[in-house]
């Protein structure tokens, strides 16, 4: 599906240089001389490389079509992770290399949204917070407010994030895994 220059928005997939790229940032950019024209920041779907790139308003795009099917993560193995199908119980495989630091929030069971290109898996989407426990961090020191300082901790899986002086090892906690940034304190 053609779309023009002054439509790319975060979020989507596009067609260019014969290449999918997912979109970071678009800024629209209104100069004193010239055409107005939006400067998009791009990253490689297939190969993780970034590009910045400018498209004017006259300029066309492909966007990528995507399928989207929900799945069950199974199991993860050295270089793979494991999904069935929740409607069709086929299963697939994902390297590890495409999901990134995300493979690390995977937990048995856990439904989540794979999109597909051409019957290619190209991107996953989790659900929008985990729970997940705290292995260790350090003590809070005495005299810190809870609204100006965080400290860093070490989850279960071993992602690092920044959490309240309150929060204790062995503490559960809520992650928003688009930012892997902490949210609240589990019940």
């Known amino acids: 599906m ?3 220059g002054n439509e ?8 260019h ?3 999918l790229w997912s979109v970071l940032k ?15 920041e791009l990253k490689s779907v297939k190969k993780g490389t970034k590009l910045n790139q400018r498209f004017r308003s006259s300029d066309t795009v492909e966007r990528a079509i995507l399928d989207d099917k929900k799945f069950s993560f199974l199991y993860e ?8 199908d929740l409607t069709t119980f086929e299963q697939i495989q994902i390297n ?7 493979s690390k929030l995977l937990k048995e069971n856990m439904e989540v949204n794979v999109q597909f290109h051409d019957d290619q898996p190209l991107l996953i989407d989790l659900p929008v917070s985990v729970e997940l426990k705290i292995e260790n961090t350090d003590a809070a020191i005495k005299g810190q ?8 901790a070490t989850l279960e899986n071993g992602i690092k994030i920044m959490v309240p002086p309150f929060i204790n090892s062995d503490d ?4 928003d895994t688009r930012t892997l940034e902490y949210v609240k304190k589990a019940k």
């Open 2 to 4: 053609k779309i023009l």
């Open 8 to 15: 790319i928005k975060p979020g989507m997939i596009i067609e």
């Open 17 to 19: 240089k014969n290449d």
């Open 26 to 40: 678009a800024q629209h950019v209104k100069p004193g001389k010239g055409g107005a024209f939006n400067q998009v």
């Open 77 to 84: 193995d050295e270089n793979n992770c494991h999904f069935m």
């Open 96 to 102: 590890k290399s495409l999901l990134g630091e995300k």
């Open 145 to 152: 407010t809870a609204s100006s300082s965080y400290k860093p």
């Open 172 to 175: 559960k906690i809520v992650l």
